[in-house]
């Protein structure tokens, strides 16, 4: 069967035979099969289901079939669609409900370098509109594992919050084809509702803030150290800083439901 390269990817990229993606694996790969396996196991779609490894030594995963933002900008129009963010809340939920009691292997090795402890769920960590894929107006799920590991519901949530509500820096989302800033406040909660966020929502002013610059030194250091994935996504950083600055600005009401 033949390799057709996807579409999109901001790191490795990967590659379809038939139903199945290969991509190159990673140190932590074998730690996040056994997460996805879990989630398979609880019963939670909306993600791929690990295969285990080519013969190359790349990950194999099932496909998410639908539509995906690939390399397009503008994002398409259900990236920013209410009934999106609705099922993103509800899709987040249910991984980090099913990932609290994820006891990893014992070779356990995340992307981020950290372990699994109680009170901690598994976030995906890069829950973005490029990562996802769509069937019509149906969230089909997220690929693009590689950088989950263990979290608080609120540091994930602040990552998806910042990419779908969205709250990046201004330039950066007009560029993406958002243009109502006045109804971002709106959006937050609707996310957070469908999440079914009960706590103090103020709280995600300081960690959305703590988020995006944590995901901007991720990738000047990688680009330090040469990593070309990263070198291209330097512009990417600058946006991240611009935006956690812009969010410790936007006034109380913002986070008041
Ligand atoms: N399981 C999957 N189902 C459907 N499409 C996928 C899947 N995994 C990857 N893709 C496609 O391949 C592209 C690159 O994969 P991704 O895992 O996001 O790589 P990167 O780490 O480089 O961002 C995605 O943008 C998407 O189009
Ligand atoms: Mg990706």
Excluded: C
């Excluded at 990552?159 to 950066?172: D, E, M, N, R, T």
Aim: no cysteine; aromatic share 10%.
């Amino acid at each position: 069967m033949s390799e057709e390269t996807l579409p999109g990817g901001n790191t490795v990229g990967a590659v379809r035979i038939g139903d199945v993606v290969h991509k190159v694996a990673s140190p932590w790969t074998p730690t996040v099969h056994a997460l996805l396996r879990h989630l398979e196991e609880a019963g939670v779609d909306g993600a791929p289901r690990a295969l285990g490894f080519d013969d190359q030594g790349r990950e194999m995963i099932t496909y998410l079939p639908g539509e995906t933002v690939g390399g397009r900008v503008p994002w398409p129009g259900w990236a920013f669609a209410d009934s999106t963010l609705v099922q993103v809340g509800q899709w987040l939920r249910r991984v980090h409900d099913a990932t609290a009691d994820f006891t990893p292997p014992a070779d356990e090795r995340w992307f981020a370098g950290s372990a699994m402890q109680p009170g901690l769920i598994v976030g995906h960590q890069d829950a973005a509109p490029y990562n996802a894929t769509m069937n019509g107006d149906r969230l089909v799920g997220f690929f693009d594992w590689d950088t989950a590991g263990p979290s608080s519901r609120e540091f994930d949530l602040a990552f998806s919050i910042l990419s779908w509500v969205p709250i990046y820096a201004q330039g950066a989302a007009e560029e993406l084809g958002f243009r109502n800033f006045k109804d971002r406040s709106r959006r937050l909660h609707l996310l957070l509702d469908a999440y079914g966020y009960n706590s103090d929502r103020h709280a995600f002013r300081a960690v959305i803030a703590q988020r995006a610059r944590l995901q901007a030194s991720v990738i000047r250091d990688m680009a330090e150290a040469k990593d070309p994935a990263a070198i291209a996504l330097l512009p990417v950083a600058g946006n991240l800083e611009t935006s956690a600055a812009e969010v410790e600005m936007l006034p109380d009401d913002f986070w008041t439901r």
